[in-house]
């Protein structure tokens, strides 16, 4: 499998993780970090609502304003980052020299042997990824589990492959490669995640992390209890993730969605030719085609 074939299981997964919409409470400031720190551009815009792309055509993040909603505890299910794909580590490379000229902290940096990533969170807390995949062809697989670890980031190395063209914003290729979400129990989220909506599981971490794909990607989903075992959502009117969408190239693949969901008893319901959901961790997704 070489890089164009790897980036395709990603954009062309069925189904696709699709837009995550995020709750805030000054959209003002969190449209400068977006726009003017990650360099995203706006796809539409209203009073409350901002819809972002980096492409000009592909929404990746919506962000609703509500003053009123409380600061999301860090040990409550949700979010734990977006993590946006780039397509190439020269593109990886410029986001950190970037993010270095204008001080702006890292969480951390990492080489996950699939991928090379960067860590950081939004004025509100939210959790992010930056990351280039490696090669597909190096990734190392044992039956269906891949091999992914957690190193220091060879920074010096990444800066060797900058493109030397300065900081033009976001690639208009990236997409949000996975989501990572924090969940109350990991087999009550891998019944629903993998029995019902029909992800692969490719590598557990006892019963506190749990990464899940389709087509063998490294993963679309993380689902980790490090910081959320046993625990609630958040209040309902708080920051954070509100849902994300997974997208389906088609009608009939969406019912057997639904139909494994029901028999999960899992909570949906149908509006406005859309099925919303809620996993076993009280985080909503949206099933669209």
């Known amino acids: 499998m070489n890089k164009k074939e790897e980036w395709l299981i990603v954009r062309s997964a069925d189904p696709v993780i699709g837009t995550v919409t995020l709750t805030v409470q000054n959209i003002k400031r969190?449209?400068?970090f977006y726009i003017d720190v990650l360099g995203?551009?706006?796809y539409e815009q209203g009073q409350k609502?901002?819809?972002l792309t980096a492409d000009g055509k592909t929404v990746l993040l919506k962000l609703e304003e509500d003053k009123g909603a409380k600061?999301?505890?860090?040990?409550?299910?949700?979010l734990y980052h977006i993590a946006f794909l780039l397509p190439e580590r020269?593109?990886?490379a410029d986001v950190i020299k970037h993010l270095a000229e204008i001080r702006y902290p890292l969480q951390g940096a990492s080489d996950h042997d699939v991928s090379e990533a960067l860590y950081l969170a939004d004025p509100e807390g939210n959790g992010l990824e930056i990351y280039a995949d490696r090669d597909a062809a190096s990734w190392e697989w044992k039956k269906d589990q891949v091999f992914m670890t957690t190193k220091p980031l060879d920074i010096d190395d990444l800066l060797m492959d900058a493109s030397g063209t300065g900081w033009n914003g976001m690639p208009s290729g990236t997409l949000?490669?996975?989501i990572h979400l924090q969940v109350s129990d990991l087999e009550d989220a891998k019944r629903f995640y993998c029995d019902g909506i029909s992800f692969d599981p490719v590598l557990q971490y006892g019963s506190q992390a749990l990464f899940i794909s389709w087509h063998k990607y490294h993963h679309h989903i993380g689902l980790n209890t490090w910081n959320s075992a046993g625990a609630g959502p958040p209040e309902e009117k708080s920051t954070g993730l509100k849902h994300f969408t997974i997208f389906f190239s088609d009608e009939a693949?969406?019912?057997?969605a639904v139909a494994r969901?029901?028999?999960?008893n899992a909570w949906i319901i149908e509006e406005n030719g859309a099925i919303i959901t809620k996993d076993p961790s009280g985080i909503y997704l949206i099933l669209e085609v």
């Open 71 to 78: 600061l999301r505890p860090p040990h409550t299910t949700g």
């Open 261 to 264: 969901l029901e028999k999960l």
């Open 30 to 32: 969190m449209l400068a």
């Open 40 to 42: 995203f551009r706006v």
């Open 49 to 51: 609502k901002v819809s």
């Open 253 to 256: 693949k969406r019912r057997k």
């Open 90 to 92: 020269a593109d990886l």
């Open 176 to 178: 949000i490669g996975h």
